[in-house]
Each structure stands twice: as C-alpha cells, then as structure tokens.
C-alpha cells in the first residue's frame, strides 16, 4: 500500500501538476531574488580577497605570478634564465622541458610545502659551512655538496633511515665498515663499536663522505658505453649512485645507452633526490628572489685535541665541569659517542685508545690544562 501511495502522488492528473507547478514557481520568484543577492555579496567578498592578496603579494620583493600559466608558482632566477644552470660543475640542460620541469617541481615543492623546513636547512648549512666546505675543496669536490647532506639527514648527526643508514651523511653499516682495498687515498671506512660510531663525527663523516663520492667520480671501476673506465666523471650521476648504488646506476646506464643522470630512468627516490638537491642549492643561492630569509647565526666552531690517551674514564659530566660548559654542550661537539654512552672511555678491549675530543673555540689549552690537573692523562 506505502508503494502504491507514493506512485500515486508521483502520477497525478494533470490539476494536481499544475498546482504543483504554481506552487513551485512563487517559490522560485520569492528565493531567487535573495539567493542571486546573497550569491553577489559572495562573489564580491571573494573577490575582494583575491584582490587583497594579490595587493600583499605584489608589494612583496618577489610576485613570480607571472609564472603560473607554466604550473609553476616559483621559476628560475633570471641569471639562470639567461645564462642556464651550472650545478656540480655540469651544465643542466633545462631547455628541455621534462629537466627544466623536474628541477621546477621541486624548486616549488620546497617553497610551498617544505619552507619552513628549507630554512631550517639553510641556517644549519650556513653554521656548518666554515667546517663542511674545507673538506670537499679538499678533495675537489663542488661546493655545492654541502646541500647534499641536508637532503641525507637535515644535518642531524642522529638522523637513523629505515635502512639502517646513519648520521649526517648517511652512511649504512656495510658501507661505512670497508674501504676500497689498496686505495688509502680514498678510504671511507670508519669505526663503529659499542662506545663511538664515527658516522655522527661530524669533522670525520665529512671527510669520509668526500672521499667516497670522489672514488666514485674518479676512481671506481665501471664499463659504461661498452669500454671500461675509472668512475663517473660526472657530478650528477655520482649523487644519484650516492643514493641508489653506483652498481644499480651503472646497470641502468648501460641498458639505456645512456650516459646523462637525465636520460634513464632511476627508482623513484633517486629520480627526485638529484633535482630536489640542485633545488636547494639554487634556492640557497638566489634567497632574495626567491623571498627566503634565513635568520643570521653563530658558525659552528670548535677546538680539536687529538691523540688523547686517558688515565681514567672521562665522563661527559665530569668534562663540562672542567670546562665550564654543560653536558649537551659537551656531546653537542662530540656527537660520535652515542648519548646512552656519554664516556670517553680510557680502554677498549683492555688497550689504551687515542681519542680526539672537540673543545669550545679557544678552550684547548684550557682542558689539556684540567685534564693534567685531575689526574685523567699524565702530568
């Protein structure tokens, strides 16, 4: 019967649908008029806003509106739009739009999801720079390597990826534990026991880090283009062998008949782990286009004692009350020692270890001094 009814009153006769339509029609001419107003005032509201934004935005140094019909809010620096990208010592060649696409990508994915997160990196670079950037001229590496670690860590001398890599330079164990065999020039290999794990030393990682992209780049054995040869020779695709492997970037290089980081395809992570750091780097050097002001710091500077053999174990406690500091500050330079550890120990194993400690900038002589004094090396 409810079916029945309801069909009914949906099949009327033809009076019943016309007082439906006369009921339906001064309903119509009653709403209209106020929704149509309602909709005006919206519309100008809204417009209104627009207008107010894009008034804040025009007085802004940098607009960059021009670029969205591209589907980019951000673009290139005009030096880079004239002149074209040199990065890593390599020219990218971004008058192809797919290259010129994939670094915009992620020139904007950082301006507009990660800013906060870029400037965090830019500041820490900035502090890092006067220690980082000797090592890699060091082992003539560009300079732009710098950015790299950012990318690998957020220069977190604890950053841990699932993989197990570790460190600011994010080093995986079976890596960090062997060098390349009868090559001390070159040699990467660090200690990594229950007390130390020189993956987070900051001084040596770098240096560790450097020796191994610079094997990679000139060094390693490889058959690229059918002939064999002795590394990439090419920035570019020593990063991306950085993160996926120099063997899986080999491999892929060859099955392409390629020989540009740009012209195979990689795992994914790799594909954007190249442009996302030629994307920092540019951001980083174009600051006030691209409207990013990175708060002014103190550079990261310290003394370093080398060759200390301790009489006794000195604990990161103990160490700040020699030298005025506090414990944080103390592991803060010391990052090599794991925080569940916060002692130099005087053995291992039962034979004397040599360490080397970082000190505050200009308290060296100052710790020797204490050290002596309390009876943890010899007088």
């Given at each position: 019967?409810?079916g029945?009814?309801?069909?009914?009153?949906?099949?009327?006769?033809?009076?019943?649908?016309r007082?439906?339509?006369?009921?339906?029609?001064?309903?119509?001419?009653?709403?209209?008029?106020?929704?149509?107003?309602?909709?005006?005032?919206?519309?100008?509201?809204?417009?209104?806003?627009?207008?107010?934004?894009?008034?804040?935005?025009?007085?802004?140094?940098?607009?960059?509106?021009?670029?969205?019909?591209?589907?980019?809010?951000?673009e290139?620096?005009?030096?880079?739009?004239?002149?074209?990208?040199?990065?890593?010592?390599?020219?990218?060649?971004?008058?192809?739009?797919?290259?010129?696409?994939?670094i915009?990508?992620?020139?904007?994915?950082?301006?507009?999801?990660?800013?906060?997160?870029?400037?965090?990196?830019?500041?820490?670079?900035?502090?890092?720079?006067?220690?980082?950037?000797?090592?890699?001229?060091?082992?003539?590496?560009?300079?732009?390597?710098?950015?790299?670690a950012?990318?690998?860590?957020?220069?977190?001398?604890?950053?841990?990826?699932?993989?197990?890599?570790?460190?600011?330079?994010?080093?995986?164990?079976?890596?960090?534990?062997?060098g390349?065999?009868?090559?001390?020039?070159?040699?990467?290999?660090?200690?990594?026991?229950?007390?130390?794990?020189?993956?987070?030393?900051?001084?040596?990682?770098?240096?560790?880090?450097?020796?191994?992209?610079?094997?990679?780049?000139?060094?390693?054995?490889?058959?690229?283009?059918?002939?064999?040869?002795?590394?990439?020779?090419?920035?570019?695709?020593t990063?991306?062998?950085?993160?996926?492997?120099?063997?899986?970037?080999?491999?892929?290089?060859?099955?392409?008949?390629?020989?540009?980081?740009?012209?195979?395809?990689?795992?994914?992570e790799?594909?954007?782990?190249?442009?996302?750091?030629?994307?920092?780097?540019?951001?980083?050097?174009?600051?006030?286009?691209?409207?990013?002001e990175?708060?002014?710091?103190?550079?990261?500077?310290?003394?370093?004692?080398?060759?200390?053999?301790?009489?006794?174990?000195?604990?990161?406690?103990?160490?700040?009350?020699?030298?005025?500091?506090?414990?944080?500050?103390?592991?803060?330079?010391?990052?090599?020692?794991?925080?569940?550890?916060?002692?130099?120990?005087?053995?291992?194993?039962?034979?004397?270890?040599?360490?080397?400690?970082?000190?505050?900038?200009?308290?060296?002589?100052?710790?020797?001094?204490q050290?002596?004094?309390?009876?943890?090396?010899?007088?």
């Open positions: 019967m409810l029945a009814k309801v069909v009914s009153s949906l099949t009327g006769g033809h009076g019943d649908c007082r439906t339509w006369s009921r339906y029609s001064s309903l119509v001419s009653k709403t209209l008029p106020k929704l149509l107003a309602i909709g005006c005032l919206c519309l100008l509201s809204l417009s209104g806003l627009i207008i107010s934004s894009a008034s804040a935005t025009t007085d802004c140094r940098v607009a960059h509106w021009d670029t969205l019909a591209n589907g980019f809010r951000y290139f620096p005009p030096d880079i739009q004239q002149k074209g990208l040199f990065f890593g010592r390599t020219k990218a060649p971004i008058q192809r739009k797919d290259v010129r696409d994939r915009l990508k992620e020139i904007n994915y950082l301006l507009l999801d990660r800013r906060s997160k870029v400037v965090s990196w830019l500041s820490r670079a900035d502090a890092l720079r006067p220690i980082i950037a000797p090592i890699l001229k060091q082992y003539q590496l560009p300079p732009e390597f710098i950015y790299l950012a990318i690998e860590s957020s220069y977190n001398s604890r950053a841990l990826s699932s993989a197990g890599a570790y460190g600011y330079w994010q080093f995986i164990k079976s890596t960090a534990a062997k390349p065999i009868g090559n001390d020039m070159y040699d990467w290999k660090m200690e990594m026991n229950k007390w130390k794990d020189e993956r987070a030393d900051l001084v040596l990682s770098t240096h560790c880090a450097a020796r191994y992209l610079a094997w990679m780049n000139r060094v390693r054995p490889m058959r690229l283009d059918g002939q064999e040869r002795e590394g990439f020779k090419n920035w570019l695709l990063a991306a062998a950085y993160n996926a492997g120099p063997a899986r970037v080999t491999e892929r290089l060859t099955s392409f008949g390629a020989s540009s980081y740009w012209d195979v395809p990689l795992p994914v790799t594909e954007r782990y190249v442009p996302r750091w030629i994307a920092l780097g540019i951001i980083s050097q174009h600051r006030a286009f691209y409207g990013v990175v708060p002014k710091g103190g550079r990261m500077e310290f003394d370093t004692v080398k060759d200390v053999q301790l009489n006794k174990d000195l604990t990161f406690s103990a160490m700040a009350k020699l030298l005025e500091a506090t414990p944080r500050d103390v592991w803060s330079l010391n990052t090599q020692i794991p925080p569940e550890q916060s002692v130099f120990p005087a053995k291992s194993r039962g034979k004397a270890i040599n360490h080397t400690i970082n000190v505050p900038k200009g308290s060296a002589n100052k710790f020797i001094a050290l002596r004094a309390h009876g943890y090396v010899k007088k």
